[in-house]
């Protein structure tokens, strides 16, 4: 059973740094991009990154997150994260990690190219 998982989200005081996991069980991440996505409370979802298969090189990230986020990825443990510093309450949302494989880098942000979703982790900024 192909499975994603997001862990690592909590409660963190604004300015403060989390890192959220996405584990992958049932398949290799490998071949597949991947996508950090959120939905705060009353609002869309949105993409905040994205990381192009096999080694990464290529990463995209939103506007309003650029130079504060990160992603990785760790093929050996089937990871991948993202890096949270310098967080903002309106950073507090459910964060989800998507995959697809084989996916043009070019429509990565696009929440309906993505096959494999996990089940989402709450990240609350609030002092």
């Known amino acids: 059973q192909l499975q994603l998982v997001e862990s690592g989200g909590g409660l963190v005081q604004p300015g403060g740094s989390l890192t959220v996991s996405c584990a992958a069980s049932?398949?290799?991440?490998?071949?597949?991009?991947i996508g950090w996505f959120r939905q705060a409370p009353g609002k869309e979802r949105e993409v905040v990154s994205c990381?192009?298969?096999?080694?990464?090189?290529?990463?995209n990230y939103a506007d309003s997150v650029k130079g504060r986020f990160t992603i990785s990825r760790d093929n050996a443990k089937n990871t991948v994260y993202l890096q949270m510093n310098s967080l903002k309450p309106e950073d507090t949302a459910i964060y989800y990690c998507?995959?697809?494989?084989?996916?043009?880098?070019?429509?990565?942000?696009?929440?309906?190219?993505?096959?494999?979703w996990g089940q989402g982790t709450q990240v609350t900024v609030s002092s």
């Open positions: 990381i192009s298969r096999r080694d990464g090189e290529v990463t």
């Open positions: 049932g398949f290799t991440l490998d071949d597949y991009a």
């Open positions: 998507a995959a697809r494989r084989h996916l043009l880098f070019s429509r990565c942000a696009l929440s309906n190219m993505y096959d494999h």
